[in-house]
């Protein structure tokens, strides 16, 4: 049965509900019950790992048996396996519900086949209403299930002849107001932002996502990786949200636990010996290269060991865009081979 104008309707105003909901390890889901005529009787979305999911939350608003012959219109299809809740697919079996529709499919291996279930139970399901919106809406989420782990780019800023910093260290600055300007964008689109011991040392950087003066509204978490104490008056200590210190050297092993801490995406913003270990591992999924017009000569190159011997085994990119930022330049890519696939490099 196709989806009607209510159902429709009902969609746009789950994805809505579903921004409501934290960006974190599960994904922003918003729900609404329509009756059999199309009225709204309950609205519901996830307000985070650990409390109930959308369906359930609109459902606990309704009066036992209210939802007898409703329809349930949801942004994600409904799960079907118990974490810390119980299966979304069974209790909306339980209330009732004659109809579910859904948007995107749930790409999850355990929690995935609540379509089916609910269709086996004989509800009526429908998928695939305003798939575009909702992907955007989970987009971080969704790249983050598929890779295991949060996306991860490494940016540095270069002289054109390949060089991170001068011969003393000094690299502050390489780039132009105009390139700084964009980092700061992105860093306030990212859950994390990443250095290494050794920057927070020779630079004693904020990691904060500012606009001119101002911080952007969304800060990236800091996070320091390295055995080296960072000293304590360092400014990352005035940053608005706790820092995260690891001291280790395993990559994996930061990754998998700011994945768990529910960060979908990662900036690795150096120096050349944290950036160039994250591409060695083969946890790299971009690189943000911005390119000065300035030499600088030396030995401080932007990319140490990536573990290429010869050229027959050189890390490939593709350019998804080249940015003009003033009188710099900067080089957005991504790997062209998908190491994540195989683990490592
Ligand atoms: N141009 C740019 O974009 C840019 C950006 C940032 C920094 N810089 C410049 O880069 C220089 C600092 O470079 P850097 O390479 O020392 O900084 P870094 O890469 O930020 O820090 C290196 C440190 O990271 C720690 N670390 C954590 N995991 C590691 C792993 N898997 N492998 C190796 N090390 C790991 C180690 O600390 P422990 O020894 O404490 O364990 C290591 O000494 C400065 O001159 C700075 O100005 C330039």
Redesign the pocket.
């Known amino acids: 049965m196709a989806v009607n104008e209510a159902e429709r309707h009902a969609m746009s105003r789950a994805l809505e509900l579903a921004a409501n909901g934290p960006r974190g390890a599960n994904p922003q889901v918003g729900a609404v019950i329509l009756s059999p005529d199309g009225d709204v009787l309950a609205e519901g979305w996830h307000h985070g790992a650990g409390t109930p999911h959308a369906e359930v939350d609109a459902l606990s608003k309704l009066a036992p048996g209210a939802a007898k012959g409703a329809t349930a219109v949801v942004t994600l299809e409904p799960c079907n396996h118990t974490g810390r809740t119980g299966p979304c697919a069974v209790a909306l079996i339980e209330a009732g519900i004659a109809r579910v529709v859904y948007s995107l499919d749930d790409p999850g291996a355990v929690s995935g086949g609540g379509a089916d279930r609910l269709r086996t139970a004989g509800v009526s399901v429908e998928a695939g209403e305003q798939t575009d919106a909702a992907h955007a809406l989970i987009e971080g989420w969704l790249t983050a299930q598929r890779l295991g782990r949060p996306e991860i780019t490494v ?4 002289s054109l002849d390949g060089r ?2 001068a011969s003393d ?4 600055w ?1 780039t132009g107001p105009a390139a700084r300007a964009d980092v700061h964008r992105r860093r306030a689109a990212a859950d994390a932002i990443v ?6 040392l ?2 004693d950087p904020a990691l904060t996502a500012r606009d001119g003066d101002a911080l952007y509204d969304h800060q990236p978490i800091p996070v320091v ?4 104490d960072t000293p304590a008056d360092a400014a990352v200590h005035r940053h608005p949200l706790p820092p995260l210190f690891y001291d ?4 994996h092993a930061v990754v998998a636990d700011l994945h768990a801490r529910g960060v979908q995406n990662v900036f690795v ?7 160039s ?1 994250f591409i060695a ?1 083969g946890l790299a999924d971009r690189v943000l290269a ?1 390119v000065a017009p300035v030499l600088l000569g030396g030995d ?1 190159l ?1 990319l ?1 060991d990536i573990g290429v011997p010869s050229i027959a085994a050189a890390r490939r990119l593709t350019i998804d865009e080249w940015v003009p930022l003033g009188p710099d330049l900067l080089a957005v890519a991504h790997f062209t081979e998908d190491l994540t696939e195989e683990g490592t490099a």
């Open positions: 940016k540095w800023a270069q991170a910093a260290g000094t690299s502050q390489i250095v290494g011991t050794g920057t927070v020779a630079d990786i390295g055995s080296r280790t050297r395993d990559l913003e150096g120096g050349p010996t944290l950036a270990a591992e911005y401080r932007a140490t």
